[in-house]
């Protein structure tokens, strides 16, 4: 009976363990809302099941063992001087070669396909945004449109977006997981990121970056709609009596958790060079930007 037992938490560890990790289905990153996170889900599913080759033998392994060789099973082979098989030794090497040299194939070719830094559509004009990393919130500016908000990003399908990113704090790290490729936002450093919306929806964006205790509020939505509404968006941020000039500015760097959607109908012209170039040696600036600083002091 006690054998019986032990055999019998041997079969059903595993078959609980898959049970549990059932809860871990609902990951936005496999219903992706663009191309690229279309793509980064695909290579993550490819290189899962080609990891597969080596995981499943191994449990199968683990479950047959155990009852091969259990002490009751007379029937099994006894060879307690066997130390070399040059089958199993082929295996286990040239296996797992195989499948690190497909997955490095596969590593390479995809980090240049889905470099960030290349625009998606180079015959379709791009919706210009650049991205501000503040404490604890995201600042969203529209230069083509003269217009800011803050921890809302509207988007149109179809139109590829062309995003500068920057921080002015700490490092963060920008990510909409279901349009994909996250992009550090570093103090006086500039990333690039370009991404495409191709399903009408509201997507979570994140930093995926710890920054400090308010780090877990720093979220905002990401929204894909019909150009027709993407158009109503800007007319009703254009309508804010809020402007982003120095001084308002100045506010909205303060440190502030779970900060509301606020809209800004008109921006400082040049404000997100200013916030990577205030970053820099006072002997690396231009003399003109150093007349253009002092206006924020």
Same mark, same amino acid.
């Given at each position: 009976m006690k054998r019986e037992g032990q055999l019998r938490r041997i079969v059903l560890s595993p078959l609980f363990s898959l049970l549990l990790l059932g809860g871990c289905s609902n990951l936005v990153l496999f219903e992706p809302g663009?191309?690229?996170?279309?793509?980064?889900?695909?290579?993550i599913v490819t290189a899962f099941l080609l990891m597969?080759?080596?995981?499943?033998?191994?449990?199968?392994?683990?479950?047959?063992? !155990?009852?091969?060789?259990?002490?009751?099973?007379?029937?099994?082979?006894?060879?307690?001087?066997?130390?070399?098989?040059?089958?199993?030794?082929f295996a286990v090497w040239m296996v797992p070669i195989a499948i690190i040299m497909v997955l490095g194939y596969l590593t390479w070719t995809e980090t240049h396909r889905l470099d960030p830094y290349r625009p998606l559509k180079p015959d379709?004009? !791009?919706?210009?945004?650049?991205?501000?990393?503040?404490?604890?919130?995201?600042l969203f500016i529209y230069?083509?449109?003269?217009?800011?908000?803050?921890?809302?990003?509207?988007? !149109?399908?179809?139109i590829p977006l062309s995003f500068r990113i920057t921080?002015?704090?700490?490092?963060?790290?920008?990510?909409?997981?279901?349009?994909?490729?996250?992009?550090?936002?570093?103090?006086?450093?500039?990333?690039?990121?370009?991404?495409?919306?191709?399903?009408?929806?509201?997507?979570?964006?994140?930093?995926?970056?710890?920054?400090?205790?308010?780090?877990?509020?720093?979220?905002?939505?990401?929204?894909?709609?019909?150009?027709?509404?993407?158009?109503g968006w800007l007319q009703e941020v254009g309508q804010s009596a809020d402007k982003l000039d120095p001084a308002r500015f100045q506010v909205l760097q303060k440190p502030s958790i779970a900060a509301p959607v606020t809209y800004f109908s008109t921006v400082e012209p040049g404000l997100f060079d200013q916030i990577i170039r205030q970053y820099m040696p006072t002997s690396m600036k231009p003399a003109a930007l150093k007349g253009y600083q002092a206006a924020w002091q």
């Open positions: 663009g191309p690229i996170g279309d793509a980064e889900r695909t290579l597969l080759i080596v995981v499943i033998p191994v449990l199968v392994m683990t479950l047959w063992f !155990p009852l091969k060789y259990r002490d009751s099973n007379t029937k099994a082979i006894y060879t307690p001087k066997w130390a070399y098989s040059g089958r199993l030794d379709v004009k !791009p919706i210009n945004i650049q991205a501000v990393a503040l404490d604890w919130k995201w230069p083509d449109f003269n217009i800011a908000a803050v921890n809302e990003l509207v988007v !149109p399908v179809e921080s002015d704090t700490v490092m963060n790290s920008f990510f909409i997981p279901q349009l994909g490729s996250q992009m550090y936002a570093m103090a006086g450093m500039e990333s690039r990121l370009h991404l495409l919306a191709d399903k009408a929806g509201v997507y979570f964006g994140q930093t995926q970056q710890f920054s400090g205790s308010g780090y877990a509020y720093m979220q905002f939505r990401a929204k894909a709609v019909s150009q027709s509404e993407f158009q």
